[in-house]
């Protein structure tokens, strides 16, 4: 089990990315969160094992069906053994 911050960004807000990104993390038992932020990026808090966050993250590359990414980072840090994964809104 391991615990990746992950940035995108692009047209990453206003296109379904959070809600996408909470469907395609539950299917893959991913907790964690996303959240828009400020700057026009998405921040995700992405937990679960080797195998579901790559799958995880290869989802971030595309996108949902009307977001346009331009880049994703993504670096481990500390677990914080989420129980679900949440959309925040503000």
Same mark, same amino acid.
């Given at each position: 089990?391991? !615990?990746?911050?992950?940035?995108?960004?692009? $047209?990453?807000?206003?296109?379904?990315?959070? /809600? @996408? /990104?909470?469907?395609?993390?539950?299917?893959?038992?991913? $907790?964690? @969160?996303?959240?828009?932020?400020?700057?026009? @990026?998405?921040?995700?808090?992405?937990?679960?094992?080797?195998? /579901?966050?790559?799958?995880?993250?290869?989802?971030? !590359?595309?996108?949902?069906?009307?977001?346009?990414?331009?880049?994703?980072? /993504?670096?481990?840090?500390?677990?914080?053994?989420?129980?679900?994964?949440?959309?925040?809104?503000?």
């Amino acid at each position: 089990m391991k !615990h990746l911050d992950i940035i995108i960004s692009g $047209k990453v807000q206003g296109v379904f990315f959070r /809600s @996408t /990104s909470k469907a395609v993390a539950d299917q893959l038992g991913i $907790k964690g @969160t996303a959240r828009n932020r400020p700057d026009g @990026t998405v921040f995700i808090e992405a937990e679960g094992d080797d195998f /579901s966050l790559e799958l995880f993250l290869e989802f971030c !590359h595309k996108g949902s069906d009307r977001a346009v990414v331009e880049n994703v980072s /993504s670096s481990e840090a500390e677990l914080k053994n989420y129980v679900n994964f949440e959309v925040v809104k503000r």
